[in-house]
């Protein structure tokens, strides 16, 4: 897709072990929506990393089921 950039999502355990990968596509820019299936997690801490083009942020997000 023209004006598209390669975007990656992955959550991983506090260990640094992937858990899910979410997002592993060309998207265009704007808003965006990613969505997690949480149902196999434990509850918890995990960070999920966000990739695209000239971008690499890492936050945390808490799991309580």
């Known amino acids: 897709t023209p004006g598209a950039s390669p975007v990656n999502i992955r959550m991983y355990d506090m ?3 992937l858990v899910k990968s979410m ?3 060309d998207l ?3 808003v965006n929506t ?3 299936d949480a149902a196999t997690l434990n509850s918890g801490r995990y960070l999920v990393r966000i990739q695209s083009a000239g971008m ?3 936050i945390s997000v808490t799991l309580a089921q």
């Open 56 to 58: 690499d942020n890492v």
């Open 23 to 25: 997002v592993s596509s």
């Open 34 to 36: 990613a969505t997690i």
């Open 28 to 30: 265009t820019a704007g």
């Open 15 to 17: 260990r640094g072990r």
